[in-house]
């Protein structure tokens, strides 16, 4: 199945934990992001990454940090949790940074509850 | 301010019967709209994508309209199917701040009974 697939699906843990979440994606394109969707609902960028390389760092802060291994790769490690991080939290790729024509294509998301 | 704005926010329709969706955007510069459809528990999937100068897409049963002097775009869901049951997300695309952004609306949650 080509696809984006990241995870966990589900990740519970404490306060001031270490975590990461993982992604890939077997389509072949150059642009990684991740994506928060908060209690509202909305989604909101919090990195991208075209080809291995940092593109958008939006106002996040410090605690996560972004890894691109390779272009198929982006993961996202959080650091000393807090209670606020608890969202679902999205990867996605595109085919190029400003993807004029295709859709991005989201993983299924990773639930994240900070207790 | 860059926004997007959907109503309703949550709909509730019968089997066979259509609805429109609608979203308000204050986006500029404009570069392309989309429609994402969101199942419970998944991620969003792509139904249209439309630039400045479309006024009409369609994707099956689902039909997307743009006015980009209103600055307004609709989602037509023709005779609803239970799998229809979702959140709809019209997402706005544009060049802020030298970056390529997608800014999201918070979606309109459909949902179809027998």
């Known amino acids: 199945d080509t696809a984006v697939s990241q995870t966990p699906k589900y990740l519970v843990t404490q306060m001031g934990n270490d975590k990461s979440i993982k992604c890939e994606q077997n389509?072949?394109?150059?642009?990684m992001y991740w994506y928060k969707q908060d209690s509202k609902k909305f989604l909101k960028i919090m990195f991208s990454?075209?080809?291995?390389?940092?593109?958008i760092n939006e106002t996040v802060p410090n605690r996560f940090s972004p890894k691109s291994p390779d272009k198929a790769h982006l993961n996202l490690h959080i650091n000393s949790l807090e209670l606020g991080d608890s969202a679902v939290y999205f990867c996605a790729s595109s085919q190029e940074l400003a993807d004029y024509n295709y859709g991005y294509t989201f993983g299924s998301g990773t639930r994240l509850t900070v207790v | 301010k860059n926004q997007v704005e959907q109503s309703p926010q949550s709909l509730i329709i019968l089997e066979g019967k259509n609805c429109t969706l609608q979203?308000?955007?204050?986006?500029?510069?404009?570069?392309?709209l989309r429609w994402y459809k969101q199942d419970t528990g998944r991620g969003p999937v792509s139904l249209t994508i439309?630039?400045?100068?479309?006024n009409t897409k369609s994707n099956g049963r689902y039909t997307a309209t743009l006015d980009a002097d209103t600055k307004q775009s609709s989602l037509h869901i023709t005779a609803s199917q239970l799998s229809d049951s979702a959140s709809y997300i019209c997402?706005?695309?544009?060049?802020?701040?030298?970056?390529?952004?997608?800014?999201f609306g918070s979606g309109t949650r459909l949902l179809v009974r027998p």
């Open positions: 979203c308000n955007y204050t986006v500029s510069p404009f570069s392309n």
């Open positions: 439309m630039t400045f100068s479309e």
């Open positions: 997402v706005v695309s544009a060049w802020e701040d030298s970056s390529y952004k997608l800014i």
């Open positions: 389509l072949g394109h150059d642009t």
């Open positions: 990454y075209n080809n291995k390389e940092l593109i």
